[in-house]
């Protein structure tokens, strides 16, 4: 069974920074479209970034600037380098790959203090 493993969470100041890493232990990461998502306390789970599995990116609005999220085959991992946070971005963050059916990492916590 393929496994999403995200690492790099954490509490942090504001306007600190944050990479997060997710592992994929399957061969076909190179062709599979991967995102970020989050969800803070009471709210949605919520698109964050992107990326197609030939580097094309997009972001939520709210991240746009300050988030990057960049893919490395050869380690079959996705990042998402988070600069510049704000105590909004606190939330639990999840890795995503679009396969059928849709699969989702455990989460990890990203907490961002005033």
């Known amino acids: 069974q393929v496994q999403l493993v995200e690492s790099g969470g954490g509490l942090v100041q504001a306007g600190g920074s944050l990479r997060l890493s997710c592992a994929a232990s399957?061969?076909?990461?190179?062709?599979?479209?991967m995102a970020w998502y989050r969800q803070a306390p009471g709210a949605q789970r919520d698109l964050v970034a992107h990326?197609?599995?030939?580097?094309?990116?997009t972001y939520a609005d709210s991240v746009k600037g300050r988030f990057t999220i960049s893919r490395d085959n050869a380690k079959n991992t996705v990042y998402l380098q988070m600069n510049s946070l704000k105590p909004e971005d606190t939330a639990v963050y999840y890795c995503?790959?679009?396969?059928?059916?849709?699969?989702w990492g455990q989460g990890t916590q990203v907490t961002v203090s005033s």
């Open positions: 995503v790959r679009f396969v059928v059916p849709v699969q």
């Open positions: 399957t061969s076909t990461f190179s062709i599979d479209r």
């Open positions: 990326i197609s599995w030939d580097g094309r990116t």
